[in-house]
Every structure is written in C-alpha cells, then in structure tokens.
C-alpha cells in the first residue's frame, strides 16, 4: 500500500472554514481579546505611523512610548507587522480592526501555504485540509489568538510553510519569479526576531534535505536569499551591532530560557486556558502540540519501524519529518538543558516552547500521510480533530480590550516585558513630569519653543548663567543637537540620568534637536538594502520584459 495519493475530493473543505469560524470567533465582535501582547502591538501600530508622519524613515524610535520619552522598540522588534500596519493606519483605520486582519490573514496564509507544499509533496486534496485542519486548532495556534495575541509569530507561522513551497518549486525545477521568491524570505526575515533565529536554520536544514549537493538547485535558493537578506540589512544589522546599547543582552528573559523547559506531560496534555510560563514546573499556560500532529508522529513512527525498508523512497522523506518533529519535541522538556545552556544565541529564544511553531509545521505531512493509511487511520484523525475542535471552542478570552486610536495614539507605557528595549544609561524615573519644553538642571536660562515632537523639537535659548538644559527625551544613538547650526556633545550625569542634555555658556542660541540615521550600522544597512531594492527593481524588470517578449513573439 502506498502511503499517500494523489487522489482525492473537496468534501472537507467545509471543515477549514468552521474550523476559522471557531478560531477567529474573538474577532467578530467589538474590540480585541485582552492578550499578553495583543495591547502593545496596538501600541506599537500607532507610534510607528507617528514616527513616520514625524519623518522617520525608517522609524527606529517610538516617540509617545514611556509617556512621550520615547523608547527605541522599533530599532529592534520585528517590523513587518508595523509596516504592514502603516497603511490603514495612516488612512485612519482603527488600529484594532488592523490588528485583527493581520491575525486572521496570518493564519489563512499557514494553511494556505500548507496545502500549497503538501500538494508538492503529492498529497490528495482530503488529505491537505485535514492536515491544514489540525495546525488550525492545534493548542499553540488557539493560544496565539486567544491568550498570547503575538501577531509577529502569527505573521511568521503564517510565512515559514511558504519557504518550504519554495524549496519544493526549486527542486521540482519549477520556476519561482524573483518578486515573490524575494518577497516571501524578506517577509519571514522581518516577521519575528526570534522565529527567524530557529526557522532560517530549520528552512537550511530542510534545503539540504531537498537539494542534496545537486548545486544548480542551491544556487537557484542562495540567489534569492541572498538578495532577501540584503534588502532586511536595514533592519538586522542596527538591530545587531547596537544591542548593547539597551539592557537586551542582560535581560532577565535571556537568562532563563531552561526555566522555562517543559515537562513531557506538558506537551501530550495541559488545559487550553488563559495563562502564563513560569519559572518552576507549575503553569498555567498550555503546552500541549496537539492530538492529531502528536498521534500522527507516533503513528508514523511506528509504520517506519515495521514497513520502512519495503518502501525506501517513501521512508526516507518521513524519516526526516519524523526525526525533526521528535527533535523539535526534545528540545522543548527539561532533558535539553544542556543544549539551551552551551550553544550561543539560544538563549534569546526566551521560551523553548516556541519551537511548537515549526513542529507543527513539519508535523502536518505526517497527518495527511496517516490520513491516507486506511479508513480506520482516518476516521481516528478526524475524531481526534473534532476533540481539538471543541476544545478550543470552549476557550474564551479572559477580558475583551476596546480602546480608541488616540489612546493608543498616547500609550505611556513602553510596551516591552522588561523594557528590555530601555538604553543601558536611562536612570530616570520621574515620567509623569513630561512636558513639550527643555528644563533648566543648573545654572540660569529662558527659553522660547517653536516646534515640539517626538523627534525633532526646535526653540530658542538665552542663557544667562552657564547652564545645563535637559530635553524630556531618552538619550539613544542618533540623536542630534545642533546649537546656533553647530552639533553639541551631549552629557550624562547624576542630574541628566540618560536623557537627552548638553551644556551652553551664556549666550543666545537657536538649538534644533532631531533624532536621525546617523549611525554607522544603520547608514550602512540603509545602504545595502537601497541598492538591494534597486537590483531587485531591476531583476524583477527584466524578468517581465523576457515574458513579455515571448508572449509577443
């Protein structure tokens, strides 16, 4: 018996939508779930329409954050769903219907993108919804919407199974225009820090499953790749070479990632409800991966013992999916300790249990090829995935947030766990005082304001007796003072406390402050991804010409 088909009908595809229905039920009415992360995003939606309207381009630096002294979030947090954001934003679009698009749209491009790969992969139609079925209801994915609100993972789940539809195109020789080859690796690159981390690595692995040394196949990936990391550099190299500029690196997060291992029982069975990871062994946020992918693997594993070598064409692609689901699984419970705690760069993945975005992903081609074992196979699928069904139905949203654009226009807040985005030398604490003006700290001056935002301010200054003036501002890379045209060293000290302030003898003075480019990562990505974007122009232009070309002749 072949393990697979490519026979099959459309008699499911009733299941995906009642399946979204369910899932998205929180969306259909006013207002969004109240979320560990949901609010911040909204937050962050709002501040990066500001800093663009402020003439930040990039926006790096959220100017109403930390009651309008800013806070620089946007210099190193993923930024596809702010920019995917900014259009309706701009349009005055609440920032929470935004929200709920993108959610919704995320996860419709995951199942999708699964059943698009899965097709490659010859499977029958049945079986790519049930398999596109299970990652819609698996537990992680209902957290996702209705407890940890992280459109960013979202955004990356609903991405990652288009890499693999990618790599399977390139080694079937079927080709992929530059546009959207290079739109859908930028797109992961800049759609969650951390799932990029693991997924690149997990995309490379799965590649060098697929290619082997047939090196045609590798170049017809590294050039897209290539290009799609170069058009990110505006992003990732800021983001990387000025981490040590916030307290990120330190951050109490980073340091606790095997806290945060789970137990095995954890991942076979918790309770789908609203909660949080701790740092013990008790808590109350599910880990659980799902009965279907879980069964599917036992299952699978099992036939690869007994029938593996009859069918070795067939064993060896559900060998690899088997081993890198089992893999993905270990590190995720306490027996991967080790690994969390000697290899370099793990640690930012925070909670281990993340990796359940990619075993979910690998793991729906071990459904659809147990779907195809035989009825009684399927019919033990379906049942267990109407279980999840009504396990998520029951699941409902510990509060409900419904807030207007100005309010999060005017979000005090920073919107970080542990201000882990907060620059290394801010000390101070006295938010509530902020006002649009300069303070006097020592010495005797008046001033006289002419324009006041969040990045960029311009007034005049008489100073009578030396003074140091002090703008309500955090002091973070790229900020510039120019006095009378001139730029002024800025100081730090135990009355400046990290905010932005220089010192002026007596005299009178136009000083104009503004946040810019001005760094030498972020001049140089900048840079790169220019260039990138013109040669992509370019590729994309001659790619169009060759086509039209043969249509005419």
Request: glycine share 6%; hydrophobic share 50%; with cysteine.
């Amino acid at each position: 018996m072949k393990l697979w088909h490519k026979t099959g009908n459309n008699k499911f595809g009733w299941l995906i939508g009642v399946l979204l229905l369910v899932l998205f039920r929180p969306y259909l009415s006013a207002g969004v779930p109240f979320t560990h992360d949901g609010e911040n995003h909204l937050a962050r939606f709002a501040n990066y329409k500001v800093a663009v309207r402020e003439g930040q381009l990039p926006p790096r630096f959220a100017p109403n954050l930390v009651n309008h002294y800013g806070y620089p979030v946007f210099n190193y947090n993923y930024p596809l769903a702010n920019l995917l954001s900014l259009p309706p934003s701009i349009l005055g679009v609440s920032y929470e219907l935004t929200f709920k698009i993108l959610m919704m749209g995320a996860l419709l491009m995951a199942v999708v993108g699964t059943a698009m790969w899965l097709k490659l992969l010859g499977f029958s139609r049945s079986a790519r919804w049930i398999a596109g079925g299970a990652l819609l209801v698996a537990p992680f994915t209902a957290n996702l919407i209705y407890v940890r609100g992280n459109v960013g993972e979202v955004l990356a789940l609903g991405l990652f199974p288009w890499l693999l539809w990618l790599t399977k195109r390139l080694e079937k020789k079927e080709s992929v225009n530059w546009f959207t080859s290079v739109s859908l690796i930028l797109a992961f690159l800049l759609s969650h820090n951390i799932s990029v981390l693991f997924g690149m690595a997990l995309w490379l692995l799965y590649c060098w499953h697929s290619f082997k040394r047939h090196q045609v196949l590798w170049l017809s990936w590294l050039k897209p790749t290539i290009l799609a990391g170069l058009l990110s550099l505006w992003f990732w190299l800021p983001a990387l070479a000025e981490k040590n500029l916030v307290i990120l690196a330190g951050s109490q997060l980073n340091n606790q990632t095997t806290d945060h291992l789970t137990q095995l029982q954890q991942l076979i069975s918790s309770p789908l409800q609203f909660g949080y990871s701790y740092e013990s062994a008790i808590d109350t946020l599910s880990f659980a991966v799902g009965l279907v992918p879980l069964t599917s693997l036992v299952i699978v594993s099992l036939w690869l013992i007994k029938f593996g070598r009859r069918q070795k064409t067939t064993s060896r692609q559900l060998i690899f999916w088997c081993l890198l689901s089992w893999w993905l699984l270990f590190l995720q419970t306490t027996q991967a300790s080790w690994f969390w705690k000697n290899l370099p760069l793990v640690g930012f993945i925070q909670f281990p249990w993340r990796l359940s975005l990619f075993f979910l992903i690998f793991a729906t081609p071990l459904v659809a090829a147990v779907w195809r074992l035989g009825k009684s196979f399927s019919w033990l699928i379906f049942s267990l995935l109407i279980v999840q069904l009504i396990n998520v139905s029951r699941l409902a949203p510990a509060d409900r947030l419904h807030k207007t654009n100005l309010d999060y226009d005017l979000f005090s807040q920073s919107t970080s766990t542990l201000n882990e985005n907060l620059p290394t030398q801010f000390t101070y604490l006295d938010f509530a005082d902020w006002s649009p003006k300069p303070s006097i700290a020592s010495g005797e001056a008046s001033f006289t304001v002419e324009h006041w935002t969040g990045s960029s301010r311009r007034y005049q200054l008489t100073v009578i007796q030396d003074a140091l003036i002090v703008e309500p501002t955090m002091n973070f890379a790229g900020w510039q003072t120019r006095v009378n045209n001139q730029l002024v060293e800025h100081v730090n000290n135990d009355l400046v406390q990290g905010r932005l302030a220089y010192q002026l003898p007596s005299g009178e003075y136009q000083v104009e402050s503004r946040f810019t480019q001005q760094t030498w990562s972020r001049l140089v990505g900048n840079s790169i991804s220019g260039l990138g974007l013109l040669v992509w122009g370019i590729l994309i232009w001659q790619e169009k010409r060759h086509v039209f070309g043969k249509s005419s002749a």
